[in-house]
């Protein structure tokens, strides 16, 4: 029986330590990609080709979405199935979120790519996006729930409040922007509380990010090797397994609590990487 070496056995540790970090953060606003990339450094990860290791392993994370969220998406696919106007509705709301995000991506992937090595460009996207949550979750502290137009109903999304969540999205693309964080801003600026923004963005991140990360695999297939899709499919079950944890309570904080606490965080993580790095 061959076992592992001790290189071979601290690589796998990092991998998992990295899965359990990706499923930690992917659905809370602090950018689960400004933390691996970061924390990757600090434990000496070598990343695959392309950063397909941190694109792809958010599939496991978004798996604990799915399964979170199955009653939704069975409603959607089988009112979709059924030709009911209610869910075909809400999928082409759905499609308008996502397409920005496609559109751009094919066009900018290897562009944005390039700024996941710029240590500068993530604090300050951690830092802006931290003083952008806080303003505005003040803004919706000092205004009544009567002067803002809040929708209640997942299903009652309009248009263009998805079309403003799917361009808020492409912003996500910048590293340390997070895309969880910025989808649910986004939603909250259009209009949404931030409970139904919360489940919102938890919804289009299942096609958008298992689009995003086949396609980067699939770009990248050539060049990867049988060491780089094994750390890949153990950092994705890592990831699976801590995201099923979080997922839950993330959906219940928000329903009590503001994103202040996280902007913070951010703020200091941002400082941290500048001086660090």
Partial sequence: MKFLDMDQFLVLIKVCFLGIIEGLTEFIPVSSTAHLIFIGKLINFNSCNGMVFEVFIQVGAIFSALFLFRSYIFDILFGVFRLEYKYLLFSTKVLCSILPSIIIGALLIRHIKKLFICPNVIALSLIIGGLVIIIVEYRRNISSS???SYYSDLYSISIKQSLCV????????IPGVSRFGATVIGGMISGLNRSIATKY?????????LGAALFDLWSNINDLSYIDFSNILIGSVSA??????????????????????FALYRIVVGFAILFLC
Avoid: D, H
């Fill in 146 to 148: 009567e002067k803002l």
């Fill in 166 to 173: 799917g361009f808020a999205q492409c912003i996500a693309m």
């Fill in 201 to 209: 963005s938890f919804i289009i991140a299942i096609p958008t990010m």
């Fill in 240 to 261: 699976f397994i801590s995201a099923f944890f979080i997922v839950k309570y993330v959906v219940r904080f928000v329903e009590t609590n503001t994103y202040v606490v």
